[in-house]
């Protein structure tokens, strides 16, 4: 694409104050308060997400269903598959949900500390962190692939998936940026910038991690990676990032304009924070989020973000993550959809219906930037639902 892309990210370091040590600070105090949302109530089952920031889930919360092998391989951890049949695919036995986890930290309203310290606006969206979501079968779901239609090709199962030429970009948030900000520990992260627009499809969105160091290149083998921390973000339906920009003032997003590079990452001047959250891995490798399909600016193809860490990752400010400055970091990348299955969504419902007339939609949809992943998600609509999943080559050493 001939636009700016949102690649670039300010290098300047600050000192992080941990609301995580805070937190543990506190000894036998609860820091545990309610996260606003503005999506309807009892969308999603019950508690057991994690709660306070950093914790894990409570003992006996359970993980998300386990996945298909591929090509009747052994089961996920071990547990060999029957007649080749997806091992799992159903909640395990034993163990009632986790207590609630409702976020610590201030709820979305709270006021920010944003750069130039200017005010917070009003933050909006992000659901509440209870909720259960079961991954379908992975069977179908490729361990690795390539887009470039003209020389398709599968990629080896004991290869880092690749990073996206786009790399991190700027709008990426540490839970522990801001030591008065929700906690991003949470499965439900609809919302919307725009609070009296539509909410858009909602997307259940599951990843699942494969440790690169122990899968075989053939796929025979895959081997999940559980407990790592796996950060999602993405534009809602109307292509706004959560958390950056003025609302009104004069580096507000204008995402039907063609990006210039305001907002950038040091415009981290409100409290919204829909569309953006973070998921454990369970045993099968597997982090759940409930989400709104994404939306697109002009400027980029639609595209979702994702960094993982191993846990207890410290916040650096506003740089690129790598394991020069952060050692629990682990991975870093952007992924795609078919072109076909978005313009499907984004032709059938607002608010994606009336942007389908701008002069860049076209581009949006085409998932063919240079550089990109090569990973496109694997989508389907059920009833007024996406499903989307996606596999995930890590090194987690």
Known sequence: MSTKRESKVGTTATKSVSRRRMLEGLGAFAAVTACGSNVDSGAVGGAGSPGAAGASPGAGAPGVAGGATVAGAPGIAGAPSVAGAPAGGAAPAGGAPGAAGAPAGGA????????????????????????????????????????????????????????????????????????????????DIRGQYNPTAEKGIDMELYVRLIDKTKSDAACGMTVPVPDIDVYIWHTDGQGYYSGFGMKGGADEQKPDQAYNGTPGSNNLENTDRFCRGIQISDANGVAAFLSTFPGWYNGRDLHIHIVCFKKGSMSHGRVNYSKSNEKAWIFTTQFYFDPEFSKSIHESAEPYLRRTKLPAYADAMAANEAGNSGRHATASKSGNKVIAQIQMVVDPT
């Open 108 to 187: 979305p309203g709270a006021a920010g500390a944003p750069a130039a310290g200017a005010p917070g606006a009003a933050g909006a969206g992000g659901g509440g962190s209870s909720g259960m979501l079961t991954s379908p079968p992975w069977t179908n779901v490729p361990v690795q692939d390539s887009t470039d239609s003209t020389k398709p090709k599968t990629l080896a199962c004991n290869v880092v998936t690749k990073t996206d030429g786009a790399g991190q970009g700027p709008f990426f948030i540490h839970d522990l940026e801001k030591m008065d900000d929700i906690s991003l520990y949470r499965q």
